[in-house]
C-alpha cells in the first residue's frame, strides 16, 4: 500500500515536472507575420515577458495595411485615431503594398495585447490576432 | 478560345432614382470607410459579338475625388458618353408608370504599377482608365492613384484578374461636377463597347467594400439577339428574374434612337435581373450564353478557371469565352476618396 501511494506519488511528481517543462519550451524571439488577402497568417502568438522580441511584418497584398499592438484602451484610440502613417512606434507599424517592416519590442507586463489593423474595415474584415505575453 | 471576363461595377444609377426612391443601393467608400449606398442600374446589349455597356455615374454631392475599379471581359473598342434616355427607357420598360403621369423620356440626362494603362478617357467629371494586369498590379495602380480599397479588394481582384486582366477605373471629380453645374443625383451615362464572344455579369464583385450584412440592390438589363441561357440557375440567394420576354419593337426602337445606341438591332429578347442580397449571399457572377445552351461554369464563378493565372498573368485561351454583360454595381466599386487621411 505504502509503495502503491509513492509510486502514484512519483507518478504525480514526474507528470508536474513533465508539465513545467513543456510550459516552459523556449517562447520564440523573432515572429513573421505575413498579411495576404487581409488577413494575418497568425492570430495568436505566445511570446515571452521581458525579452526584446522582434516581429518582421511582411504585406503580400496590394494595398495599405497597419500592425498595431496594445491593449484596449490603446485600440479604442486608434479606431478613433486620425494619424495617417505610423511609424514612430514600434507597436504601431505602417505597411505600404508589398512591403517589408521588421520591429522589437520588450513586453514587461504577462497578458494578452491585441494586434490589429484599423484601416476602414480591415478590423472587421478579420484583421485582428492575439500577442500572449508569458511570464 | 478567346476569354474574356466581363464585369463591371458601375457606381450609381441615377436613373432610378426617379421610380424608385431611397432604399437603392450601390456604394462608395467614402472617408474611414464609410459607405453610402444607392441603387444601379446596367445595360449590357449583345450583338454580332460586341457587348454594349451602359452605365451612369451618379453625383452624390461633396467633394474631391472618388473612384470606382470595374472588370471588363475585354479589352474596349471604346469608351464614350453614352446616351440620354437608354436607361430611363429600359426602367420604364419593365416598371411602366401608371397613366395619366407625364412621360420624363426624352428629355436631357442630367442625368504593382506594372498595370498597363490601355485607354484614358474623360467625360464630363468622370476620368476613366482602361488598365491591364493581375490584381496585384491593378490594386497597386489604384493605391498609387489614390484609391482606398476595402480588405476584400486584394482576393477579389485576383478573382477577376485570373479571368481577364482588364479593369477599367473610373474617377468622379466632385469638384468638376460642382463646377459644370451638376446636381446631386445628375447622372453620366457611360456607353463602353467591347468586342467578346459572350456576355457575363460579374455579381460578386458588387459585394466589395460592405459588410456581409448590408445588401446589395442592382438591376441588370440584358438584351441579347435571342432567349439567354443563364447560371446560376435556378436564382437563388438574391438573384431574381424579373422579366424575360421578347423585345418589343418601340423599346427597340426607342433605344436606336439614343446617342450612339444605332448598333441596336431589329428584333431581341430583353431579360431582367434584379439583384437583392446581402453582401455575403454574392459568392457567384452571372453567366450568359446568349446563343441559349450552355453558360460556363467558370463565369458563374462556380468553378474555378482550369489554370488560373495569377496575379499578372494573360488569360488562358482554355478559358470561357464570357462576355461581360456589363453590370452595375455600386457596392462593387472599390472607391475612394482621394486625399483622405486613413485612421490608425
Known amino acids: 500500500m505504502i509503495i502503491r501511494t509513492l509510486v502514484a506519488l512519483a507518478l504525480a511528481a514526474l ?17 513573421g507575420i505575413r ?31 497597419e500592425w498595431l499592438v496594445g491593449d484596449e484602451s490603446f485600440h479604442a484610440r486608434h479606431r478613433a485615431g486620425t494619424e495617417a502613417i505610423h511609424g514612430d512606434r514600434p507597436n504601431e507599424i505602417s505597411l505600404p503594398p508589398f512591403s517589408v517592416k521588421t520591429t522589437t519590442l520588450t513586453f514587461d507586463k504577462p497578458g494578452p495585447l491585441t494586434f490589429i489593423c484599423h484601416f476602414p474595415q480591415h478590423e472587421a474584415y478579420g484583421m485582428v490576432g492575439v500577442v500572449m505575453v508569458k511570464p | 478560345m478567346r476569354r474574356f471576363l466581363a ?26 470607410g464609410a459607405v453610402n449606398l444607392l441603387r ?25 475625388q472618388f473612384g470606382s475599379l470595374i472588370p471588363l471581359p475585354g479589352v474596349p473598342d471604346k469608351v464614350e458618353k453614352g446616351g440620354a434616355w437608354t436607361l430611363q427607357r429600359l426602367i420604364r420598360e419593365t416598371n411602366p408608370i401608371p397613366k395619366g403621369v407625364p412621360l420624363a423620356f426624352g428629355v436631357a440626362d442630367s442625368v504593382r504599377s506594372a498595370a498597363q494603362v490601355l485607354l484614358e478617357v474623360r467625360i464630363d467629371a468622370l476620368d476613366i482608365t482602361v488598365l491591364k494586369g493581375g490584381g496585384a498590379e491593378v490594386g497597386q495602380w489604384a493605391t498609387e492613384h489614390g484609391f482606398r480599397l476595402p480588405p476584400a479588394a486584394p482576393e477579389v481582384l485576383d478573382f477577376y484578374a485570373n479571368r481577364s486582366p482588364i479593369f477599367l477605373a473610373a474617377v468622379f471629380d466632385a469638384d468638376a461636377a460642382k463646377a459644370r453645374g451638376q446636381r446631386i443625383g445628375d447622372g453620366t451615362p457611360v456607353h463602353v463597347t467591347i468586342p467578346t464572344a459572350n456576355p457575363w455579369v460579374p455579381l460578386r464583385i458588387l459585394g466589395l467594400g460592405k459588410n456581409a450584412d448590408d445588401r446589395v440592390d442592382a438591376d441588370v438589363f440584358l438584351l441579347t439577339d435571342q432567349r439567354p441561357a443563364l447560371l446560376p440557375y435556378p436564382f437563388a440567394n ?11 419593337t418601340s423599346l427597340l426602337d426607342d433605344l436606336r434612337s439614343d446617342k450612339g445606341m444605332d448598333w441596336v438591332p431589329q428584333s431581341g429578347w430583353l431579360t431582367k435581373i434584379s439583384i437583392d442580397a446581402s453582401a455575403s449571399q454574392l459568392t457567384y457572377d ?3 450564353d446568349a446563343k441559349g445552351t450552355s453558360p460556363s461554369r467558370v463565369a458563374a464563378g462556380l468553378q474555378a478557371p482550369a489554370s488560373q493565372t495569377g496575379s499578372s498573368g494573360q488569360p488562358s ?28
Open chain 1, 35 to 65: 498579411i495576404h488577402y487581409s488577413h494575418f497568417d497568425q492570430t495568436k502568438i505566445d511570446v515571452p515577458m521581458g525579452v526584446p522580441i522582434t516581429f518582421t511584418l511582411i504585406n503580400d497584398d496590394p494595398i495599405d495595411h
Open chain 2, 317 to 344: 485561351s482554355d478559358q470561357i469565352a464570357l462576355i461581360g454583360i456589363g453590370l452595375s454595381a455600386l457596392g462593387a466599386i472599390f472607391l475612394l476618396r482621394k486625399s483622405q487621411p486613413v485612421i490608425g
Open chain 2, 286 to 288: 452571372l453567366a450568359v
Open chain 2, 238 to 248: 438574391g438573384m431574381r428574374l424579373d422579366h424575360s420576354a421578347v423585345a418589343t
Open chain 1, 15 to 31: 507528470a508536474a515536472s513533465a508539465c513545467t517543462t513543456a510550459s516552459a519550451a523556449p517562447l520564440p524571439t523573432h515572429v
Open chain 2, 40 to 64: 444601379t442600374t446596367t445595360f449590357a446589349g449583345y450583338h454580332d459579338g460586341v457587348e454594349h455597356y451602359v452605365t451612369s455615374f451618379q453625383f452624390a454631392g461633396g467633394s474631391g
Open chain 2, 7 to 32: 464585369g463591371f461595377a458601375a457606381i450609381a444609377a441615377a436613373l432610378i432614382a426617379t421610380t424608385q426612391p431611397a432604399a437603392a443601393c450601390a456604394g462608395l467608400i467614402g472617408p474611414n
